[in-house]
Structure formats: structure tokens, C-alpha cells
Nanobody, 118 residues
Framework: QVQLVESGGGLVQAGGSLRLSCAVS????????MGWYRQGPGKQRELVAT???????NYGDSVKGRFTISRDNAKNTVYLQMNSLKPEDTSVYYC????????????WGQGTQVTVSS
């Protein structure tokens, strides 16, 4: 089992920044893919950013150039630095992890609310 606990959400004005954190209950070096997703009101959950254990990263088109995913292996923590925030970034942000070789399992955190005011 992998437990994920997000923090760092809140209310911010448009143009501002926030950094989300995701504390992982196991070594993130054992995780195949770590990522952030978001789900706005009445919308489907969408990809924000991911990185693989090999170091490759992937970003959703709407956040490229503004958001950065990173990790601290020693702290087993994954971060999402969000800059130049827009009202349309308002969502619940979820941390995710895919772990396992033969039967990969996807895990989710409980989510953290980010609200961007105009």
C-alpha cells in the first residue's frame, strides 16, 4: 500500500504562486510514476504533471511553462510549484503514484483545494 498526503493548497490571487507537497509513505524510488492531477467543478480529472522514476517529465498543455514538478528523494516528497496562476487553475489537486512491475497499481491522495481569485 502507498499512502499519499497532499498539502499546500489555498486561496491565491491571479498571477500568484503556490507550492503543493505530497508526502509519500514509501520510498519514491520504488514508485514507477509520480504525478499530479486536478479536477475542477463539473469537469473530468485531468493530467497536470508526471515524472517517471527514470526522470522523464510530462505536463498538461494548459500548465506548460507555469508549473514544475519536482521531488526530494530523501524526504519522499513530491512537489508541484505553480506560478502565474489563473482563475481556471481552480481545482482540487490530487497526488498520484503508480507502483508495481507485474501488476501496477495506481494510488491517490485525498486532494487539496486550490482557488485562484481574479
Amino acid at each position: 500500500q502507498v499512502q499519499l498526503v497532499e498539502s499546500g493548497g489555498g486561496l491565491v490571487q491571479a498571477g500568484g504562486s503556490l507550492r503543493l507537497s505530497c508526502a509519500v509513505s514509501v520510498s519514491i524510488l520504488s514508485i514507477n510514476v509520480m504525478g499530479w492531477y486536478r479536477q475542477g467543478p463539473g469537469k473530468q480529472r485531468e493530467l497536470v504533471a508526471t515524472f517517471t522514476n527514470g526522470g522523464g517529465t510530462n505536463y498538461g498543455d494548459s500548465v506548460k511553462g507555469r508549473f514544475t514538478i519536482s521531488r526530494d528523494n530523501a524526504k519522499n516528497t513530491v512537489y508541484l510549484q505553480m506560478n502565474s496562476l489563473k482563475p481556471e487553475d481552480t481545482s482540487v489537486y490530487y497526488c498520484s503514484a503508480v507502483r508495481g512491475t507485474w501488476s501496477p497499481t495506481m494510488y491517490w491522495g485525498q486532494g487539496t483545494q486550490v482557488t485562484v481569485s481574479s
